[in-house]
C-alpha cells in the first residue's frame, strides 16, 4: 500500500508540475532514490520498474549484471525452501505437524518480500508451487444482521459522508468530542475489514 502511495504522490506531481527531480518532496525523493537502488540489485518487480519508467525514474540507472537473490548462491534460502516443502508434503497427508517458529518468521519474511515485489523470480515461482504466497488470515464470518442494525449502520454510514464532504477525508480523528460515535464506528469498521481479508 506504501508503495502505491508514493506512486500515487509521483503522478499528481507529474501532472501538476514540470518534472524537475530537485524540487520533489522529501520523503518521495527517498523513495525514488530506494526505488532506483532496488533496481539497480535486480529486485525490482518489472511491472513496478515500468510504472517507474514512465516518468523516467530509472533512466540512467544501470542494472548489476549478477542478480543479488539466485538460488544457487543462496544455500540458506534453499535449506529453509526445503524444511518449508517438507511441512507442506506432511500437512498435506494429514499428518499433525507444527511450524516452528524459525520457519515461520522466515515464511513471514518471503511474504513481506513478495508482496514488496522484493522477490527474485525463480524464489517467487517455487514458493508459488506451494502455495506458501497465499495469505494464511482466518476468515472470519460475517454475522447476520437485524433490520435495525442496517439502519444503525445506514445512519453512521451518513455521518461519515457528511464529514467527509466538510473535511474532505474520511480520517474522523477519536480526541474531537462531537464525532466521537463516529470515529468510534469507522475505527471498527476498519478491524472488521481487516479482519476479513
Known amino acids: ?4 502511495k508514493r506512486y500515487v504522490e509521483l503522478e499528481h506531481y507529474h501532472r501538476n508540475r514540470q518534472f524537475r527531480k530537485t524540487n520533489l518532496g522529501n520523503a518521495l525523493h527517498c523513495w525514488l532514490k530506494r526505488q532506483q537502488k532496488i533496481h539497480q540489485t535486480g529486485m525490482l518487480n ?3 520498474a515500468a ?3 514512465k516518468y523516467g525514474v530509472l533512466d540512467g540507472v544501470r542494472q548489476k549484471v549478477v542478480p543479488r537473490h539466485r538460488l544457487e548462491d543462496d544455500p540458506n534460502w534453499l535449506q529453509k ?3 518449508l516443502e517438507l511441512y507442506y508434503k506432511a500437512k498435506l497427508a494429514k499428518k499433525k505437524t507444527k511450524m516452528d517458529s524459525a520457519l515461520s518468521s522466515w515464511l513471514k ?7 514488496a515485489g522484493t522477490m527474485g523470480p525463480l524464489q517467487q515461482e517455487k514458493l508459488q508451487k506451494l502455495g506458501a504466497l497465499e495469505s494464511q488470515k482466518k476468515k472470519v464470518a460475517i454475522p447476520t444482521e437485524t433490520p435495525t442494525q442496517r439502519a444503525q449502520w445506514m445512519k453512521m454510514f451518513d455521518q461519515l459522508l457528511q464529514y467527509c464532504k466538510i473535511h474532505g477525508h474520511c480520517d474522523v480523528p477519536r480526541r474531537c468530542p462531537e464525532n466521537q460515535a463516529l470515529a468510534w464506528w469507522v475505527n471498527n469498521q476498519r478491524q472488521r475489514y481487516l479482519r476479513m481479508h
Not at 500500500?1 to 502505491?4: A, E, H, R, Y
Request: net charge positive; hydrophobic share 30%; glycine share 0%.
Open 109 to 115: 519474511k518471503q511474504r513481506r518480500n513478495y508482496r
Open 1 to 4: 500500500i506504501k508503495w502505491v
Open 81 to 83: 525452501y526445503e524444511q
Open 51 to 53: 510504472m517507474l519508467q
Open 46 to 48: 518489472p511491472v513496478r
